[in-house]
């Protein structure tokens, strides 16, 4: 139980473009889920805290215009980034937490690649 | 707020020797506090977790944790080291208005030499 999966897992585009990444939980409903960013070589850096039906907070420093975050349902959340440059290349990971689970239990997706060429 | 901060980056030690990874951890109230295991271009998994029930904690693949409050640490050791285990480690600690985010430290390479 307790799975959470990210689409795609790897993706390449062209700068100036968006992609939108995926994240959900597949055996139970999650109210919240988390994006974190993970540069090569580094630790995970939270993005946003993601909940169900109402808008993301983002952490400080991250620019809310460009991961653009949707949290539709219990078991779906998904981030775009928008106008995509290089520097935005990036290992992304999700989070999700159990809607009657302990509050500070998470269950990790797989991860997508992002590389903007 | 919570923190964590992971001494060493990179630990490289002999298969079959013991295995030590240090986390320290700034808050006086320490809700739980979680050791995560990260495969080359793998997710991320749960060793263990520490949630104040025990003070010593058991995890999966032979790791364990002692938590101690008087050193604020959170240190992660195994007895004996396995190919197996080289991958990123990542001591993580709750922390927001209600302790549901996670805020990871810096991370640490475990090396394991034949």
């Known amino acids: 139980g307790a799975v959470v999966s990210q689409h795609p897992s790897r993706v390449i585009c062209k700068s100036g473009t968006s992609v939108k990444i995926e994240c959900r939980s597949l055996d139970f409903q999650a109210t919240t889920m988390f994006w974190y960013r993970q540069f090569p070589k580094k630790s995970l850096m939270l993005m946003a805290t993601s909940n169900e039906g109402s808008k993301a907070t983002y952490e400080q420093g991250v620019e809310k215009d460009k991961f653009l975050i949707n949290h539709a349902s219990l078991t779906l959340s998904t981030l775009t980034v928008t106008s995509a440059h290089p520097e935005d290349s990036s290992f992304y990971i999700c989070?999700?937490?159990?809607?009657?689970?302990?509050?500070?239990?998470?269950?990790f997706g797989p991860g997508t690649r992002l590389t903007v060429l | 707020a919570q923190s964590v901060t992971q001494l060493d980056s990179h630990v490289s030690v002999s298969e079959g020797t013991p295995v030590l990874l240090r986390c320290n951890y700034s808050s006086s109230y320490s809700p739980s506090l979680f050791w995560y295991v990260q495969h080359p271009n793998k997710g991320l998994q749960l060793l263990l977790k520490y949630t104040s029930a025990a003070t010593l904690v058991k995890g999966i693949n032979g790791f364990e944790a002692e938590f101690k409050k008087s050193e604020t640490s959170f240190h992660l050791t195994k007895p004996s080291a396995h190919m197996s285990d080289a991958a990123e480690y990542f001591c993580v600690a709750p922390g927001g208005d209600n302790f549901n985010k996670f805020y990871f430290g810096s991370g640490t390479k475990l090396n394991v030499k034949p």
């Open positions: 989070s999700a937490r159990e809607r009657r689970g302990l509050a500070n239990e998470q269950f």
